[in-house]
């Protein structure tokens, strides 16, 4: 008596799995398969959507730093000015009235040079406080965005889950994590 001892190629026996397996299992973990790839792409597309828009926040952050660096600049400037106004004051106090005519120049001066370096110093807090209210409007999609792609990881770790144990229920839940994680990624879209 011989017996032969037959080996199958490992295509031949997946064929023979996916033949012996119910048809709902099979189809199931299609579904599974696919749900998971479009979710992954769509996290794809709103994880660099996400690191853009924080691009774009951190950004304006700096502008409005820079800003009002320039604008304490200016106000420091505006001091200095003051401070040599107060000393020709000073100056024209303590001279005879003869010779206080050059130091009341410098009064008239300063004092032109104080109203344009104050109007500059306003200015760029302005432009602060608009890159300020820019940024912060740019964090508010971006959160929203960062829940959404929380949700749509979630999503696909209840499929993961489903595929090995075969539960509909958790492919529900994992639906609806997703529809949670577009829901918010499409808000995001539309606030950014």
Excluded: C
């Excluded at 080996?7 to 997946?14: D, I, K, M, N």
């Excluded at 189809?27 to 774009?56: D, K, P």
């Excluded at 206080?100 to 300063?110: L, N, T």
């Excluded at 740019?138 to 990881?153: E, G, S, T, V, Y």
Aim: proline share 3%.
């Amino acid at each position: 008596m011989s017996e032969s001892l037959h080996t199958h190629a490992p295509h031949e026996e997946a064929a023979h799995l996916a033949a012996e397996s119910p048809a709902h299992k099979h189809s199931l973990s299609q579904w599974v398969a696919i749900f998971t790839a479009l979710l992954a792409t769509i996290g794809a597309v709103v994880s660099y959507q996400g690191t853009h828009l924080m691009n774009e926040v951190l950004l304006a952050k700096n502008e409005a730093v820079l800003e009002k660096a320039k604008a304490t600049d200016q106000w420091n400037y505006y001091q200095a000015i003051s401070t040599k106004e107060h000393l020709m004051q000073l100056a024209v106090d303590l001279t005879p009235q003869k010779q206080a005519e050059p130091y009341q120049k410098e009064i008239i001066k300063y004092t032109s040079q104080k109203k344009t370096v104050q109007a500059e110093a306003r200015q760029l807090e302005q432009l602060s406080t608009a890159a300020n209210m820019r940024s912060e409007q740019l964090n508010r999609p971006h959160n929203d965005m960062a829940i959404a792609m929380i949700f749509l990881q979630i999503a696909i770790s209840l499929a993961s889950v489903t595929a090995l144990t075969g539960r509909v229920w958790l492919f529900g839940m994992a639906m609806l994590s997703a529809l949670g994680g577009v829901g918010l990624w499409l808000v995001a879209l539309g606030m950014s």
